[in-house]
């Protein structure tokens, strides 16, 4: 028999591409059905669907990009393809977890739930996963003086310079010295004023700024700059338990490609009691945070899909307080526990990797794990942990990392009362040093790793695991590529 619509391949790659395009139109195909929803609907229900309308139409997006791309002769890499598959499931998977914290009817999801969508894009990345085996994974000489496509030539000097508020083509201001005294209106008119497909530049000066900041797909390439991370700071207070769903209730959500922010804090003030806040939700790919503060309880950053990298950052929560599907790395940044609610403990990470293909996973390194002022003198009497497994494949590792008193000796924990994904995760630990870092009483999990080998380390560095000597110089952010 052939294929979907008579057609046949003849070459894996051939193969490859027909299943990208069978999903990319499945996906499609729910989108419409979904519409049909829009009537009647309740607050909380109406809220969950908004998610799974935007998230549903990403899949499509990304799934378009990878079929158009592999389809121009090879204009992507296998590795690009993977990324953006990965975060095609990933969307499906966050759509269905919002409806299931609104606790809205299944039935409302039916389409989504129903479709062969998630399994024919896990067919889509265990097929392309083939052809990245075949090839070296992306190492430390990458660097060759290519500059990603989102970086014009005359903007890359400009990127590289300290002086970057003095380029912005709008200034935010809280006491009313600039052009808008909202971040959000500021983004919008920097946007509406962009030349082509250039980078726009938005200097948000001192001041706290309450408002919940949303950066769609379409609105391109932005930077925003701050005066630092205690003097610029954007809050919001959105949570689960006051109706909104972990993603809707991001301070401020980016998902438009190669986002860069400076000098900034992002912050969710609904507090330890309400549940799931998120300060900073991205699915930007190619983005950087550099020298900003992320301050929350549970749920701080939501690095939900695609390629990011964190430097030189502060960040501040309880539980699963670094959590989400992207391939991420945090480098040289102090990660801080604060004091949870009476019975609670602490999880620094949930990783997100549903699919064993996903090329995805949280990779700290060269940083530094600390308990915040406030929570110092309650360490004795609650548990720290380096992450539990929020999905099946669920992938974290610590790289060069000081871990001070707080971590709990197992340094690992369960997903409530089970062995949920104890075997099939990879959590790893490789040269970590302090107080806190002994191995002797980790946990006996399969998926548990002393990592001791170079070369294993190497897979969640700057260079293999987000590709980022290939596009990091061009953002003028100092980096580690390797170990």
């Not at 064993?356 to 940083?367: A, E, M, R, V, Y």
């Not at 089970?418 to 790893?428: D, I, L, P, R, V």
């Not at 001791?452 to 695991?465: E, G, I, Q, S, Y």
Request: net charge positive; hydrophobic share 35%.
């Amino acid at each position: 028999m052939g294929g979907p619509h008579g057609y046949n391949p003849k070459r894996r790659e051939e193969f490859r591409n027909m299943a990208v395009k069978v999903a990319m139109e499945q996906a499609l195909s729910t989108y419409v059905n979904a519409q049909k929803y829009n009537n009647n609907l309740s607050k909380r229900a109406k809220a969950a669907w908004l998610d799974c309308q935007r998230l549903v139409n990403n899949t499509i997006s990304q799934l378009s990009s990878t079929f158009s791309g592999l389809n121009t002769n090879g204009s992507i890499t296998d590795f690009d393809a993977q990324t953006w598959l990965s975060t095609a499931l990933t969307n499906l998977q966050v759509c269905k977890t919002g409806s299931r914290e609104l606790k809205v009817s299944s039935t409302l999801f039916s389409d989504v739930a129903s479709s062969n969508v998630t399994e024919l894009i896990s067919n889509s990345l265990s097929i392309n996963g083939g052809f990245l085996d075949k090839q070296e994974t992306p190492n430390d000489d990458v660097v060759d003086g290519e500059f990603p496509s989102w970086v014009s030539k005359n903007k890359r000097k400009m990127l590289q310079d300290a002086a970057l508020a003095s380029q912005a083509i709008v200034v935010v201001a809280k006491d009313g010295s600039g052009k808008f005294t909202s971040v959000q209106k500021g983004i919008n008119y920097a946007v509406s004023k962009r030349v082509g497909s250039k980078r726009v530049i938005v200097y948000v000066k001192r001041g706290v700024y309450k408002e919940n900041v949303d950066i769609t797909s379409l609105m391109g390439k932005i930077t925003l700059v701050g005066d630092g991370l205690r003097y610029t700071i954007i809050t919001g207070s959105r949570s689960v338990k006051g109706g909104y769903t972990t993603y809707s209730s991001a301070t401020f959500g980016v998902e438009a490609a190669g986002f860069i922010a400076r000098g900034i804090t992002f912050r969710n003030t609904a507090g330890p009691k309400g549940a799931q806040a998120v300060a900073l939700r991205s699915s930007s790919d190619l983005s950087v945070f550099y020298a900003c503060g992320f301050e929350g309880y549970q749920d701080t950053v939501f690095a939900m899909a695609q390629r990011q990298f964190y430097k030189l950052c502060y960040i501040y929560g309880t539980i699963d307080f670094i959590f989400g599907n992207a391939a991420v790395v945090f480098q040289n940044c102090n990660i801080y526990a604060r004091k949870p609610l009476s019975g609670q403990s602490n999880v620094i990470t949930a990783q997100g990797r549903g699919d064993p293909n996903q090329n995805t996973g949280i990779s700290i390194h060269n940083s530094r794990v600390m308990a915040a002022p406030e929570f110092k003198t309650s360490i004795g009497s609650v548990g720290t942990y380096l992450g539990r497994p929020w999905q099946q494949y669920s992938r974290t590792v610590f790289l060069k990392t000081y871990f001070d008193t707080l971590v709990n000796p197992g340094g690992w924990l369960a997903w409530g009362n089970t062995n949920f994904a104890q075997s099939s995760c990879y959590y790893g630990e490789y040269k970590n040093f302090g107080p806190g870092s002994s191995t002797t009483k980790r946990v006996n999990w399969t998926g548990y790793h002393k990592i001791t080998d170079d070369n294993v380390a190497k897979r969640f560095t700057v260079a293999n695991l987000i590709a980022g000597a290939a596009w990091l110089p061009a953002t003028g952010v100092p980096f580690i590529s390797g170990l």
